[in-house]
């Protein structure tokens, strides 16, 4: 319900705006809104400077109402609500104001602090500064100059001089989208002319079960699991180093994969002929579990919502790694010296030497254990439905393009040419 007060501080243009930058369906924006009136109670109440969202949501979180994706939703509601409201404050002045308030350094730092507030990916943070500074680099202008066209001729000098992948160009546009939507306010409204990266259609590098095998024993430690522990279940690099003591379900020989690609959970298989390796490893992680608790140190990074929600969770050993990293390290978002998992670099080298040492000339990596298993899975006659749910994908096209390198010969088909006499 939507008070008086609240319908009419919010403005009018609120819901257009919304709307117009796509950030939530039309049957949504009553929900959405219902954030926005709760906070606005919430500052009326306080008479105070502006609520901080963050602070607003951790309220939320601990008056235990709320489900995590509830607050979630209501923290990005806030955020989006306090730009346009930084926007109509705009409105009408100088073009110029930037200029004249922040440098391109300042617009830089804006940008990163935006993507944490939305709860971006390190990963992604990573791969969006560095577009931007890219992009600063190539259009050597003051942020005021930038238009529209200097983003369209950047795409097209990616697409002809640098001659990039079609993903690669993809990539760059959405980390220049969130910049031009959300730190210069200014709308992409239309691209054409611009020169579109062509898209190549490869298939994935797979390696047969006796080449995986042959790798496999090149490796040793807890390594040679977390690879076993990819191609036989299927995860990506990233899924399998988060994987937390939790996530594991020894009865049903199953794992829950937790905020996979695309923020989606999913079942994937556990191996049966890794259960005692993964029980030493979970009994190898116990004892550094036990150090740091004994040492004091700071428990596991956790969601945002779950730490302001469950003070102690991140100490708790149903949330600690799998595959904690031997070293202490600094959390790049609090500056807080916490354990956190193997670094991926660690595996992805100890994989390349493998491969190298096993004489295998295909240019495998770890995700292509991934491929692997998908196409085992193919060859042996498993649904394709299934396959998709495995592996999490959205869009079951995706994952037909393992059907494409699957042996020919799984069907018994015999080549013309072997029956010649």
């Known amino acids: 319900m939507i008070d008086n007060y609240t319908k009419n501080t919010i403005p009018d243009g609120f819901k257009d705006f919304l709307l117009a930058h796509n950030y939530f369906k039309p049957w949504c924006i009553s929900y959405y809104f219902k954030w926005v009136s709760i906070y606005l109670s919430t500052q009326k109440k306080s008479q105070s400077q502006p609520l901080n969202p963050t602070a607003f949501c951790n309220d939320l979180a ?23 409201k930084k926007k109509l404050e705009h409105q009408g002045e100088p073009s110029d104001k930037i200029s004249k308030t922040n440098s391109w350094q300042d617009l830089f730092e804006l940008n ?18 560095r577009w931007l500074q890219n992009f600063i680099d190539y259009s050597s202008k003051p942020p005021t100059q930038i238009s529209t066209d200097d983003l369209k001729r950047y795409l097209t000098h990616l697409a002809v001089d640098r001659r990039v992948a079609q993903a690669t160009q993809k990539q760059a546009f959405n980390a220049l989208l969130f910049f031009f939507r959300h730190i210069l306010h200014k709308r992409i409204e239309n691209l054409d002319g611009t020169i579109m990266a062509k898209q190549r259609s490869r298939l994935p ?7 995986v095998l042959s790798v496999l024993n090149e490796m040793t430690g807890v390594y040679r699991l977390m690879a076993e522990l990819i191609y ?49 490893q979970l009994a190898a992680a116990r004892i550094i579990y036990n150090h740091d608790r004994n040492e004091k140190i700071e428990g596991v990074m956790l969601p945002e919502a779950l730490s302001q929600k469950f003070k102690n969770a991140s100490k708790e050993w149903s949330w600690f790694w799998i595959f904690p990293s031997p070293k202490l390290s600094v959390d790049p978002y609090s500056n807080i010296v916490r354990r956190f998992h193997i ?32 196409t085992s899975l193919i060859e042996n006659g498993y649904d394709i439905r299934t396959i998709q749910e495995l592996l999490g994908h959205s869009d079951v096209s995706t994952t037909m ?13 015999k080549s013309p040419f072997d029956s010649l006499s």
């Open 343 to 374: 670094y991926p670099s660690s595996l992805q080298k100890m994989f390349k030497s493998a491969v190298i040492c096993s004489d295998i000339t295909k240019n495998a990596s770890v995700h292509t254990l991934r491929h692997s298993f998908a």
């Open 62 to 84: 601990l008056s235990n109402e709320y489900e995590d994706w509830q607050i979630e939703q209501a923290k990005r509601t806030i955020l989006i609500y306090l730009q346009y």
């Open 401 to 413: 393009i393992y059907t494409h390198i699957a042996r020919k010969n799984k069907l018994g088909v």
């Open 205 to 211: 590098l797979v390696l047969t079960p006796e080449e």
């Open 232 to 280: 036989g279940s299927g995860m990506r690099l990233n899924e399998c180093l988060n994987l937390r003591v939790k996530d594991i379900d020894f009865q049903r020989n199953s794992i829950l994969v937790r905020s996979g690609k695309g923020n989606k959970d999913r079942l994937t298989l556990l191996p049966e002929r890794i259960v005692t390796k993964l029980q030493d």
């Open 112 to 129: 990163r602090r935006q993507l944490r507030l939305m709860h971006k990916s390190l990963q992604t943070e990573k791969t969006y500064m």
